[in-house]
């Protein structure tokens, strides 16, 4: 079994910050690509932030320059920073991550349970 639990999210005023983590555990052989989705309410997915094992980073246009996105391999775990906060940036936020599972030696997509973020005054 593999599990993604996050954390971090919460309410937060125009402008300000939050660190959202997600910590892979469970059955894990490696993990290769991490990243961040989110979904607001009426809305479909989309991906904000994805990092490779080898620390590759890619952005949605509307966070660069505003989240941040790392990785501590040894810790399973993925970050994003997320900053200069907006009313739209308000959504559920998804950790996903590609894993090699030690029980079937194949990969898979794994999601987390979302945590939520909502920008408000």
């Known amino acids: 079994q593999v599990q993604l639990v996050e954390s971090g999210g919460g309410l937060v005023q125009p402008g300000g910050s939050l660190r959202l983590s997600c910590a892979a555990s469970?059955?894990?052989?490696?993990?290769?690509?991490m990243g961040w989705y989110r979904q607001a309410p009426g809305k479909q997915r989309e991906l904000v932030a994805t990092?490779?094992?080898?620390?590759?980073?890619n952005y949605a246009d509307f966070v660069k320059g505003r989240f941040t996105i790392s990785r501590d391999n040894p810790k399973n775990t993925v970050y994003l920073q997320m900053g200069s906060l907006k009313p739209e940036d308000t959504a559920v936020y998804y950790c996903?991550?590609?894993?090699?599972?030690?029980?079937?030696?194949?990969?898979?997509?794994?999601w987390g349970q979302g945590t939520q973020v909502t920008v408000s005054s």
């Open positions: 990092i490779t094992s080898g620390g590759s980073i």
């Open positions: 996903n991550a590609d894993i090699r599972s030690i029980a079937t030696m194949t990969t898979a997509y794994y």
């Open positions: 469970g059955s894990i052989f490696s993990i290769y690509a």
